[in-house]
């Protein structure tokens, strides 16, 4: 058959000639079938070439490359599994006919660049196709038991991760060595650097770069006369000073934080508050400070518990691992037995992990969850050991200091031995339950069905629920005030309804009590007597039944039931009352109803459980049906004698004999100090619902096909991905594999000296901290995906610099970089650098940067004279107004008062909400705190614009900045106001032109307004 595009052209010649050539055609195509016998029919056009592919040498390792990582026995892949010859033609893309195997190549073959296979990734290449073409043609020859597999991801040749290389400046040469680097590559890519930026500038870059804050004039002017005597000297100077004050760690910090996903709620549809999450931002602040070694400051966040046993900051640290989102309904409501509560704890332990490579490595190994990672040498089974290292860890609450590590272990041990003693005394009551239920069902059966037919439930208001006791010898009281002292006939107590556990009638009801009057709050005086002592024996529950106290037509003002000995409900005990009623002696009034209600501890959950239900007049007794009360009365008599009837005594023992341990052992764990407490990574803490402490004891993991977890595959253990060169697989982890131990196995892996993906990726980030973009500029991958370095023999000078100081300084590294002539350089734009390097990626000039979100709150305040910048660390302040916070909270940011001093401290002090983040400072770029942030957007945008000038913290602001210019020097002249007010926002003095605006616009509008023009302005809100 002739090809269509041969024929097409032949439609523009005469029909004789195409007849003519058709014929001679046909005859050449006879003479040459005749004289080759069937040779040509039996094998196709390309039979000659056939011959020379050899399937394990060419075919093979096409299909294992680029095809086996989705295609293999495990995966299946729109199943179709390429691993065995049967595989291959029961997939149907091929078949041992060659006429039918068309499918394969449609599928490899690119169309405008792009091909269907492989997926994800470039297209094969035409050699490539070339040999799965010809090895069609010859039959699809598959050697008889030869089966494929993945090769060994074995590809360690990418710059990233080969070893650090030695970079040698000449040590006589003067120039600095950062702008030896620089330099060289602007000449090699004829670009001239811009000149140093001018003083003034430079003093506010710094301050910036460094702490986050403006300078302030007095020090912008010391800074100008010390440059007059001798420059260097005075910018050196400049720079120790900052890296020393506190602010540095804070500017720093931040730039962690958004690594880290630092938060303080836990994200998700319960958005609850982290009350101790905020040390651990005071650990990275004070690591920044303290210039910590890197290596150590690594070791910390992973495993300093391990590592460093005993040290506060070991624990501290570990917030890093626990700093992300955390879903508390997974987690807490639904629990490891069902699917959903695992896959909670999968994700969870996939965020410990992705967050630990992302940011110490910049390695993406969370792209190995489903498959081998196409790109990076790391594996499935790879990433699922990595889950083995955390498998045995949660994030909760945790002690760090106040306890020593004997009084830590003495109440670890308490803990368990009062779990395990509530867990039998579960037991037992469960069994007495039982045994009560076969005697009693069918007249519980009776009170229910009486109940339900005639409304005896009250609908509303059930009255007053205590705290739930872990045991019954537990004292609660609620109290009552009358207001004045009033003649009391009588005091009657209504139980509580509650159908929980099928109790019904008389819930929480206690069973020894007393009822006290007194005209003492504290109901300690002469005039407290006891007008009702039940209190030395277990009492009948009255059930529907009032308790009346007869009172002899006492004067009182109080009155407090006291319960001696709580009811029990299913697992603990509780003390309820319905209605509480004092009846005056001359009319018989209710003179309790509405009065004030006091307690010692109280459940609110309204509208059914209330202080204030307790005396709000609705009585159960009241409901319709009084015959039916009568029947229910005599339902629960009958009840009673028979429980009575009934040896039950043995479980009453042994229920008392537990709780009175539970008593003791909570008393003994009362007495340690509770602790200075931090939320992190933790093994062992209290039981929240179905969210339990593993002690240690790592869960098992499976290799999960597809990254399903309901298709596990083979368990496995712990270990990490072979990254570099001599790493060995197995060698990092110590005898044991305990769950510290695993970890700190991991932390050493990660700060190995011959790790260098750790060492340049930290090199990569100071980088990008001091000078506004990175040298790789995809900080969070150093792998195939990402970008290649600009500068990678520089990238590699800072990455060996910081390993091989012995301080491993942070400082150090970054004091070098700002004493560059690349730091200095001015803004200024040069059109012959920009025709060739527009983007600046070879640093010919200084970036123009805008204000971070944090930078920009915290220079209103600093300027308006408020930031109260010595008050450091401790739990942060909230600029919102938190509600419904024992559900799922709401934070309202429009309710919070910007004239609050509380809320003047620096922005990174701020409580960090995920679900309902600070509306400015995310109009303004704030970092996503649910996700690790390498690299803050820039944008500009009109809802800043509109931020900036309407927000109520800039009018707030404003108005405080317009106060402090007014009394900084009341006798000042309107130019030395409008210049002071530029050397607060800009770092300098107006020019003639730049005051005679400012100063019309002051005159016209009010220094209010003049104040709030300069906050918005260009010059304010961008770093040169």
Not at 297 to 322: H, K, N, S, T
Not at 422 to 436: L, M, P, S
Not at 950 to 956: F, K, P, Q
Request: glycine share 6%.
């Amino acid at each position: 058959m002739l090809p269509a595009a041969y024929l097409s052209r032949c439609r523009a010649i005469d029909k004789p000639v195409i007849l003519f050539l058709l014929q001679w055609i046909a005859l050449a195509w006879i003479v040459i079938t005749l004289a080759c016998g069937d040779s040509v029919s039996a094998a196709p056009p390309l039979a000659a070439n056939a011959a020379h592919v050899d399937f394990a040498s060419d075919v093979a390792p096409i299909l294992q490359q680029h095809c086996l990582n989705c295609h293999n026995d495990v995966d299946r892949k729109g199943d179709v599994s390429l691993a065995t010859a049967t595989d291959l033609i029961d997939s149907g893309v091929i078949s041992t006919d060659p006429a039918d195997s068309s499918r394969l190549l449609e599928l490899i073959t690119p169309v405008d660049g792009t091909a269907e296979m492989p997926q994800d990734a470039p297209p094969l290449s035409q050699p490539q196709i070339d040999v799965i073409q010809r090895w069609i043609t010859a039959g699809v020859i598959w050697p008889e038991g030869v089966t494929l597999s993945e090769p060994s991801i074995s590809d360690r040749n990418w710059w990233s991760l080969r070893p650090l290389a030695a970079v040698k400046i000449d040590e006589n040469d003067h120039t600095h060595p950062i702008d030896t680097l620089i330099d060289a590559k602007l000449t090699a890519n004829d670009l001239r650097p811009v000149d140093i930026a001018d003083p003034a500038t430079l003093v506010r870059r710094l301050h910036y770069d460094l702490t986050g804050l403006p300078p302030t004039p007095a020090e912008i002017r010391t800074y100008l006369q010390d440059v007059k005597s001798n420059p260097e000297t005075a910018y050196t100077t400049l720079v120790d000073r900052l890296l020393d004050s506190p602010g540095f760690g804070e500017k720093w910090g931040q730039h962690w934080l958004d690594l880290a996903r630092y938060a303080e709620t836990h994200g998700y549809d319960k958005d609850k508050p982290r009350t101790n999450a905020w040390p651990y931002r005071d650990y990275v602040i004070r690591s920044f400070n303290d210039d910590k070694p890197y290596g150590r400051f690594v070791q910390e966040q992973v495993a300093g518990d391990a590592l460093f046993p005993g040290e506060a900051d070991g624990m501290i640290g570990l917030g890093f691992l626990a700093a992300g989102p955390w879903d508390f309904i997974g987690h807490t409501e639904v629990g490891e037995e069902k699917l959903d509560g695992r896959i909670a704890k999968h994700l969870d332990r996939d965020e410990m992990v992705s967050a630990v490579f992302n940011v110490f490595m910049s390695t993406t190994v969370q792209c190995a969850q489903c498959h081998h990672h196409k790109f990076d040498p790391i594996r499935s089974d790879n990433y699922y050991r990595l889950h083995a290292v955390f498998a045995g860890i949660d994030r909760a609450d945790r002690v760090y200091a106040g306890l020593s590590a004997e009084q830590e272990q003495q109440r670890r041990q308490l803990t368990e031995q009062i779990a395990s003693l509530e867990k039998q005394h579960r037991t037992v009551q469960a069994e007495r339950d039982r045994v009560i239920s076969e005697r009693t069902g069918t007249l519980d059966r009776r009170i229910d069905d009486l109940i339900q037919q005639h409304g005896i439930e009250p609908s509303v208001a059930y009255g007053y629920h205590s705290k739930i006791a872990s045991a019954p010898n537990t004292t609660k009281w609620v109290q009552l005030d009358l207001g004045k002292p009033r003649a009391i006939a009588m005091i009657r107590l209504t139980p509580a309804f509650d159908r929980y556990n099928a109790i019904g009638a008389g819930f929480g009801f206690p069973l020894r009590y007393r009822i006290e009057v007194s005209n003492d709050e504290r109901f300690s005086d002469a005039s407290t007597r006891c007008v009702m002592d039940a209190s030395h024996e277990d009492q009948a529950n009255p059930k529907l039944e009032q308790i009346v106290a007869e009172t002899a037509g006492d004067s009182f003002r109080f009155l407090r039931v006291t319960a001696t000995k709580l009811s029990p409900r299913r697992d603990d005990f509780i003390f309820a009352l319905g209605e509480i009623e004092a009846l005056d002696s001359e009319s018989g009034e209710n003179v309790a109803l509405q009065a004030a209600v006091s307690s010692l501890d109280s459940i609110e959950a309204e509208p059914r459980w209330s202080v204030k239900n307790l005396t709000d007049g609705i009585v159960y007794r009241r409901v319709k049906g009084e015959q039916a009360i009568a029947t229910l009365i005599q339902l629960q008599r009958d009840r009673s004698e028979r429980l009575q009837a009934m040896d039950v005594s043995r479980f009453e023992s042994q229920l008392t004999s537990m709780g009175q341990s539970l008593s003791d052992l909570q008393r003994q764990l009362s007495q340690f100090p509770v602790g200075a407490k931090v939320y992190a990574a933790a093994t062992h803490f209290e039981v929240q619902g179905k969210f339990k402490p593993t002690e240690g004891k790592p869960r098992p993991i499976h290799l999960l096909h597809r990254g399903d977890l309901r298709s596990p595959g083979e368990r496995v253990a712990a270990g990490f991905p072979v990254l570099w060169e001599h790493e060995s697989a197995e060698g990092w982890i110590a005898s044991g594999n305990t769950e510290s131990v695993l970890r700190a196995g991991l932390a050493r892996y990660l700060t190995s000296r011959e790790n260098p993906l750790v060492w340049r990726s930290m090199a990569n980030r100071v980088w990008q901290w001091v000078f506004g973009q990175a040298l790789v500029s995809t900080p969070n991958d150093f792998g195939r995906m990402g970008t290649l370095p600009t500068h990678p023999q520089l990238l590699d000078y800072l990455a060996a610099r910081l390993r091989d100081d012995p301080q491993q300084s942070i400082k150090a590294i970054v004091r070098l970089l700002v004493t560059s002539g690349a730091y200095r350089r001015s803004s200024a734009e040069d059109k012959h650098n920009a025709a060739i390097d527009s983007n600046n990626t070879l640093l010919w000039r200084s970036n123009r940067r805008r204000m971070t979100a944090e930078e920009y709150r915290d220079s209103l305040l600093s300027v308006s004279g408020v930031l109260r910048v010595d008050e450091r660390g401790g739990p942060s302040f909230q600029d919102f107004v938190i509600e419904k916070p024992e559900h799922s909270p709401h934070y309202q940011y429009h309710l919070h008062d910007p004239h609050d001093p509380q809320s003047h401290r620096r922005s990174i002090y701020r409580f960090v909400v995920r679900s309902q983040p600070q509306p400015m400072m995310t109009t303004l770029d704030c970092a996503d705190p649910s996700i690790s942030v390498p690299q803050r957007d820039e944008s500009t945008t009109a809802l800043q614009a509109l931020t900036q000038w309407n927000h109520r913290l800039t009018e707030a602001m404003s108005k405080q900045f317009a106060a402090r210019l007014k009394t900084a020097s009341p006798s000042n002249t309107a130019n030395e106001r409008i210049d002071f007010a530029c050397q607060l926002t800009w770092g300098r003095v107006p020019d003639d032109e730049e005051r005679t605006m400012l100063r019309d616009l002051m005159q016209t509008h009010g220094i209010a307004t003049l104040a709030r023009v300069l906050l918005n302005t260009s010059q304010f809100v961008y770093i040169e």
